[in-house]
Nanobody
Framework: QLQLVESGGGLVQPGGSLRLSCEAS????????VGWFRQAPGKGREGVSC????????YYADDVKSRFTISRDNAKNTVYLQINSLKPEDGAIYYC???????????????????WGQGTQVTVSS
């Protein structure tokens, strides 16, 4: 069964950067769309960014556009999320998830995922 492991989270000052990684085992990511989601304390989970299987199509939530970049390396079975210009409101647990949605927007907006990782904590504070 496919397993996803996120890494790269941590404590960072406002304006800083992080690169999150989502590595898969027990299966291949190359035929699946992959998304990054986050959940802050007291809030619902939201789709942040999603990428199609070949990396051709991407989706970003409005509040992260121009600051977040999603990418993937299918040879390494890994998807990345580069986060720049971090804001306190970006603090959350970040999850990656895999699905075969109709579109990357479907994956991100409707959270149409079949497999989820355990998450990595991102804290933004001075």
């Amino acid at each position: 069964q496919l397993q996803l492991v996120e890494s790269g989270g941590g404590l960072v000052q406002p304006g800083g950067s992080l690169r999150l990684s989502c590595e898969a085992s027990g299966g291949t990511l190359k035929y699946s769309a992959v998304g990054w989601f986050r959940q802050a304390p007291g809030k619902g989970r939201e789709g942040v960014s999603c990428i199609s299987s070949a990396g051709t199509y991407t989706y970003y939530a409005d509040d992260v556009k121009s600051r977040f970049t999603i990418s993937r390396d299918n040879a390494k079975n890994t998807v990345y999320l580069q986060i720049n210009s971090l804001k306190p409101e970006d603090g959350a647990i970040y999850y990656c998830a895999v699905g075969t949605p109709t579109s990357v927007q479907d994956l991100c907006v409707n959270q149409a995922a079949a497999y989820w990782g355990q998450g990595t904590q991102v804290t933004v504070s001075s």
